[in-house]
C-alpha cells in the first residue's frame, strides 16, 4: 500500500510541476499581498513589526487558498478520480497523497520565503525560526482541512468562492495560534503552548481532514 | 425512526402538532416577556440594561441547539440514509443562523453600554461568529449544485464536521482570559443566578425553542410540497408530446 501512496504523491507532483502556474501563482500572490501592507500602512517600523506576523499568517492562508480549487478538479473532470476511489489505496490514503503533493507545490515555498517577508515587515531575526516551524505546522494544517472544502465544493458552480466560505471559519484557530506563536517570539514571552497547540491542532486535521474529505467524496462521485 | 419517512406520516404528524407548538409560543412568550419586563428586578450593577440578557442568552442557547439539531438530522441522513434527514438539516439552517445573528446583535447592543466597545475579540464572541459563517456556508452549500441532493450531502458532511465548534463556544469561557461572563446557568456547582432572574430566562428559552419547532415544522413542511412539485414537473415534461410537423 506504501507504494501506491508514493506513486499518487510523485504523480501529483510531476503533473502540478508540469503546470508550473499553480505555485507560481500562489508563491506570487503570497508575496505580492504581504508586499502590499507597508504600502497601504505606512513603512513605520513601530507598526510593521506588530501587524506583521498577522500580515504573514493571513495572507499566507489566503494565498494557500488559490490553489485548493485545483486538488481534486482535475482527477474530477476527467474521471480519473473514480478510478481512485476503486482502486487498492483506501480514499483517506489518497487524500493524504494528495494533500501531500499539494502541500509541497502551494505550502511548502511559503514557509521557506516567511522569513524573508518578515525580514521585509522588519521583523527581528530572532523570531524567524519560530516563525518557519509555526507555519510548518500550520500550513499542512491549511491543506487538511481546504482538502474537507475543495471535496465539499467539487462540482458546485462558484467553486473557488464557495470553498473559501466553508473553510475559512475552520482556518481561524491555525491563524490565532500562529500568530500568537510569532507574537510571543517577537516579545520574548513563552512560545512552547502556542507551537503545541499548533502541533495538536496539525495532529487533528491529520486524521479529521482525510477522513471527511474521503466522505465528501464519496457523496460526490455517488 | 423510518416510520415518518413516509412524508404523508409527517405531514399529517406536523399538521397535528403545529397548533399546539404555535399556541405554546404565543403563551409562553407572553409570559416571558412579562416575566422579564415587569416581573424580574433590575440588576444592582447594571440596571435596567440587564433586561438584554432575556433575549440575548436564549437566542444564543437556540443558536446553538439549532446548530445541534441541524447535525443530528445530518448524521441520520448520512449513517441511515434517513430522507427526513436532509430535509430537517435544510429547514433548519436559517432558523440556526437569525438566531445566531439575533445573539450577535442583542449582545453587541448589551455590550455598548455595559463594556464600552460594539465587538471585542474574545473567545466567546470570536467562535459564534464562526458558528455564524458555518451556518451561512451550509445554507450556501446546499443550494450551489444543481442537484439538490447532491448539495444537500455536502452540506451534512459540513455540519458534521462543525460540530466540534459546538463544546468551543460552551467552554469558551473557561479555558480563556474572556470579556463575556463566565457561565452561570449550566455549570457543575449549578445556576449561579437568583431564581428570581433564572425563571424568566427559562421561559423565554421555552419560547424560542416552541417558535424554533413551529417555524420547522412550516419549513419541512413548504421543503417536501416543493420536492412534491418537482416530481410533478419532472413528470409533466417527461409526458409531453411533440406537436407533428405541420
Not at chain 1, 500580515?55 to 482527477?75: E, G, K, N, P, Y
Not at chain 1, 507574537?183 to 495538536?200: C, F, K, N
Not at chain 2, 416577556?33 to 440594561?49: H, I, K, M, N, R
Not at chain 2, 441511515?80 to 449582545?107: Q, R
Amino acid at each position: 500500500m506504501m507504494t501506491a501512496f508514493w506513486l499518487l504523491v510523485g504523480r501529483d507532483l510531476r503533473l502540478k510541476l508540469r503546470h508550473g502556474g499553480d505555485s507560481a501563482m500562489v508563491l506570487a500572490f503570497f508575496v505580492l499581498g504581504v508586499a502590499l501592507f507597508p504600502l497601504g500602512v505606512g513603512p513605520e517600523t513601530n507598526i510593521l513589526i506588530r501587524i506583521g506576523p498577522g500580515v504573514i499568517w493571513v495572507t499566507a492562508l489566503l494565498a494557500s487558498m488559490l490553489a485548493l480549487d485545483q486538488l481534486f478538479r482535475a482527477d474530477y473532470e476527467d474521471g480519473n478520480l473514480e478510478l481512485l476511489v476503486l482502486g487498492p489505496l483506501p480514499l483517506e490514503a489518497v487524500v493524504g497523497a494528495k494533500a501531500l503533493a499539494h502541500w509541497l507545490v502551494a505550502g511548502f515555498p511559503l514557509v521557506v520565503l516567511a522569513p524573508l517577508l518578515a525580514l521585509m515587515l522588519g521583523i527581528d531575526a530572532g523570531a524567524y525560526p519560530v516563525l518557519i516551524l509555526a507555519m510548518a505546522l500550520g500550513t499542512p494544517v491549511l491543506t487538511l482541512i481546504g482538502a474537507i472544502g475543495a471535496a465539499l465544493a467539487l462540482g458546485a458552480r462558484q467553486g473557488g468562492v464557495l470553498i473559501a466560505l466553508l473553510v475559512l471559519p475552520l482556518y481561524i484557530p491555525v491563524l490565532i495560534f500562529g500568530v500568537g506563536a510569532v507574537d510571543a517570539a517577537i516579545d520574548g514571552l513563552a512560545v512552547r503552548p502556542h507551537l503545541l497547540i499548533l502541533g495538536g491542532l496539525f495532529l487533528f486535521a491529520l486524521v479529521i481532514g482525510p477522513w471527511a474529505s474521503a466522505a465528501a467524496l464519496r457523496q460526490s462521485l455517488t | 425512526m423510518h416510520r415518518f419517512a413516509n412524508p404523508n406520516r409527517f405531514m399529517r404528524l406536523a399538521g397535528a402538532v403545529l397548533p399546539w407548538s404555535a399556541g405554546l409560543t404565543g403563551l409562553l412568550l407572553v409570559a416571558g416577556l412579562y416575566l422579564s419586563f415587569f416581573v424580574s428586578p433590575a440588576d444592582y450593577q447594571q440596571g435596567e440594561t440587564v433586561r438584554m440578557m432575556y433575549i440575548h442568552v436564549p437566542s444564543a442557547w437556540m443558536g446553538l441547539l439549532v446548530y445541534g439539531v441541524m447535525a443530528a438530522a445530518s448524521a441520520t441522513a448520512l449513517i441511515w440514509k434517513h430522507p427526513l434527514g436532509d430535509i430537517i438539516a435544510k429547514s433548519a439552517a436559517p432558523i440556526g443562523a437569525c438566531f445566531t445573528f439575533l445573539a450577535l446583535v442583542t449582545g453587541s447592543l448589551w455590550g455598548k453600554p455595559m463594556w464600552g466597545a460594539w465587538w471585542v475579540w474574545d473567545a466567546r464572541l470570536t467562535s459564534m461568529l464562526i458558528l455564524f459563517f458555518l451556518y451561512l456556508g451550509h445554507i450556501a452549500l446546499n443550494h450551489a449544485f444543481d442537484d439538490p441532493v447532491r448539495g444537500a450531502r455536502a452540506a451534512a458532511v459540513l455540519a458534521l464536521v462543525g460540530v466540534v465548534n459546538l463544546p468551543i463556544i460552551k467552554f469558551s469561557v473557561d479555558w480563556w482570559n474572556t470579556l463575556h461572563q463566565p457561565s452561570s446557568v449550566l455549570r457543575l456547582d449549578g445556576p449561579a443566578i437568583h431564581p428570581s432572574m433564572l425563571a424568566p430566562l427559562i421561559v423565554m428559552a421555552l419560547a424560542f425553542t416552541a417558535y424554533f419547532v413551529s417555524v420547522l415544522i412550516i419549513r419541512i413542511r413548504g421543503e417536501l410540497l416543493d420536492r412534491r412539485l418537482r416530481v410533478m414537473q419532472a413528470n409533466r415534461a417527461r409526458q409531453w408530446q411533440p406537436e407533428a410537423a405541420l
